[in-house]
């Protein structure tokens, strides 16, 4: 497991790449660049607002709260569809269950929903290193809206110099991800 040190909590105040209020507008953007690729979610309102906008995700990583509160009904059964698997991931960290359920879940034939018994915060870094490129990750930025991250080699290098700068056994999850 590794786990985000106090001193880099700053480092993720900004948003990785544009941020959206509109998930059509954010698809669009996303499809004009995608070739037949994956589409990755990381929260619960994110996966609900693509699921309204008529694209489900390949691969959603929820755990039923938002802004550290549960999620309202519609909310929870809206994104709790299809295939679900149960990880732990606690607050604050990247599990090594984490990373294996996200690696496992882009293989899958099936859209693939992971049910976080934790935090899901942090996925967002593991979830580009595993996706192919040129794929999608998206996910919430609190008060703002949802930033869409294009993978790209420059995308996998910056969450990986993140991941690096983690406590914990760097090796452990950055193995799974050929990262």
């Given at each position: ?14 948003p990785?790449?544009p941020?959206?209020t ?19 979610a990381?929260g ?17 990583v929820?755990?039923?709260k938002?802004?550290?509160e549960a999620?309202?009904?519609e ?5 709790e569809t299809?295939?679900?698997v ?10 090594r269950?984490?990373?294996?359920a996200l690696v ?6 099936e ?8 935090e899901?915060?942090?996925?967002t ?9 040129d ?15 294009r ?29």
């Amino acid at each position: 497991m590794l786990t985000l040190p106090t001193e880099l909590r700053a480092a993720f105040k900004e948003p990785f790449g544009p941020v959206y209020t509109e998930a059509e507008e954010l698809l669009a953007d996303a499809a004009s660049e995608e070739r037949d690729t994956p589409l990755v979610a990381v929260g619960d309102v994110v996966t609900y607002h693509l699921r309204r906008a008529g694209r489900a995700p390949d691969v959603a990583v929820i755990d039923g709260k938002t802004k550290r509160e549960a999620v309202g009904e519609e909310i929870r059964r809206a994104v709790e569809t299809g295939r679900l698997v149960e990880v732990a991931n606690e607050p604050g960290t990247v599990s090594r269950a984490l990373v294996d359920a996200l690696v496992d879940a882009l293989a899958a034939d099936e859209p693939t929903t992971l049910l976080v018994e934790g935090e899901e915060d942090l996925a967002t870094l593991p979830a580009v290193l595993a996706a192919p490129l040129d794929s999608t990750v998206v996910y919430g930025q609190p008060d703002e809206g949802m930033v869409r991250i294009r993978v790209t080699d420059a995308a996998k290098t910056e969450m990986r110099d993140l991941l690096t700068q983690f406590e914990g056994d760097i090796d452990a999850v950055l193995v799974p991800l050929d990262a």
